[in-house]
């Protein structure tokens, strides 16, 4: 089995940056695409942002591209979300989430380990 735990999260004012962090125990997934999604209230989850194995490739969600980043640390099994200029749509809970293919996905039912969840909220 495979445990996701996300940090980082917080509230900040429209503009601001964050850096979310999901650190994986268990099961190592240095060779599993990982991803972030959020959820917004009264909305559905959606796909942020997904990056494979190697970390070579990413693949971003339109609303966030070139603001948002995504990078992962293989020896500390850890994936990031650089998230820069934060706009209040941007409020929602982030899910780190992991699968055991190797490429990356933007669909959840493509991800096999899903995290708890961290509350990032935007003011304007």
């Known amino acids: 089995q495979v445990q996701l735990v996300e940090s980082g999260g917080g509230s900040v004012q429209a503009g601001a940056s964050l850096r979310l962090s999901c650190s994986a125990s268990g099961r190592t997934l240095s060779s599993g695409g990982m991803g972030w999604f959020r959820q917004a209230p009264g909305k559905e989850r959606e796909f942020v942002a997904t990056?494979?194995?190697?970390?070579?490739?990413?693949n971003y969600a339109d609303s966030v591209k070139g603001r948002f980043t995504i990078s992962r640390d293989n020896a500390k099994n850890t994936v990031y979300l650089q998230m820069n200029n934060l706009k209040p749509e941007d409020t929602a809970v982030y899910y780190c989430?992991?699968?055991?293919?190797?490429?990356?996905?933007?669909?959840?039912?493509?991800?096999?380990?899903w995290g708890q969840g961290t509350q990032v909220t935007v003011s304007s």
């Open positions: 990056i494979t194995g190697s970390g070579a490739r990413t």
């Open positions: 989430t992991a699968r055991v293919g190797y490429g990356s996905a933007v669909y959840q039912y493509e991800y096999d380990y």
